[in-house]
């Protein structure tokens, strides 16, 4: 009886090796098919590089992808400090805003890696509920902010907002924007149309001004990045000049606060 049972092991070992080698290759094709897929809802993709100078003097890199996926729109912006001054003040952070084809944000996420500082911030927006939340993704801690939705439904983060101005002509405009812990209204004015140089093109460049007054000051203390800290700010202006062709191009941010401002200059840009 032994002898018999034998092949019929075997045979059971070996069917089962069948089975597992036909799992895995059923899996390989799900994750090749789900990244096909996934790259296949992104329709069209943006890209933006550029420099930060602060006394004329270039201190940083930047650049800016934007996602136009079926439903949705996914901006990711990175920067980090380049030359001397990442000896002096290393700055590696990197942004990702969520948000809906109109560019009203449901979510916005911020990894900061500084010299006196490491943070991992989520804003979650436009549930439809009753509150906004703040999350502290490295200490796990979370703030629910309470709103009245039947005053204001959309509410936009810092890189939706720079995007939203893209579509807009003259005008006067108001937004409300998420920031660190905090509500902002941002007034936003175009005040008039200027002729900037970007590579060997010259355009002509829609100028808007941006004015920022808190709504809702948290009273929990909130340690954030330099970009956030410094422009959310009620004594200073924020200046966006916008290529005025079907393009729309970021082609120039100027923040203005004393003693020097800081200046985005855009350097390149493709579609793909």
């Known amino acids: ?3 018999g049972l034998k092949p019929y092991g075997c045979m059971l070992k070996k069917n089962n090796k069948i089975r597992n080698l036909h799992y895995l290759k059923l899996f390989l094709l799900f994750l090749i098919a789900f990244f096909v897929f996934e790259d296949c809802l992104t329709e069209q993709v943006e890209f933006f590089i550029g420099d930060v100078t602060y006394i004329g ?3 940083a890199s930047a650049n800016i992808r934007l996602e136009s996926q079926q439903n949705f729109l996914k901006i990711i912006a990175k920067t980090k400090t380049i030359g001397v001054m990442n000896t002096i003040f290393h700055i590696n952070n990197s942004y990702i805003s969520t948000c809906d084809t109109d560019f009203v944000s449901f979510r916005y996420e911020k990894n900061i890696e500084q010299s006196n500082l490491s943070e991992r ?3 979650q927006l436009n549930s439809g509920k009753e509150y906004i939340k703040f999350s502290d993704l490295l200490s796990r801690n979370s703030v629910l902010t309470e709103i009245d939705t039947t ?3 959309e509410y936009y983060d810092l890189f939706s907002l720079i995007f939203k101005i893209r579509q807009l002509g003259k005008g006067d405009y ?8 905090d509500l902002w209204q941002v007034d936003i004015k175009y005040i008039k149309t200027d002729m900037l140089k970007l590579s060997r093109e010259k355009l002509n460049c829609k100028k808007f001004r941006l004015k920022f007054k808190k709504i809702y000051d948290n009273p ?3 340690p954030t990045d330099v ?6 700010n009620e004594r200073s202006e924020f200046f966006v000049w916008i290529s005025a062709d079907n393009r729309n191009l970021p082609v120039k941010f100027y923040f203005d606060k004393f003693p020097f401002g800081a200046t985005f200059s855009l350097k390149d840009f493709w579609q793909q």
């Open 57 to 59: 003097v270039p201190v």
């Open 1 to 3: 009886m032994n002898s």
């Open 174 to 181: 108001h937004f409300i924007v998420a920031a660190n812990y």
């Open 151 to 153: 005053v204001q439904n």
């Open 227 to 232: 970009l956030t800290n410094n422009l959310f």
């Open 121 to 123: 911030k989520l804003i």
């Open 220 to 222: 929990l203390e909130s």
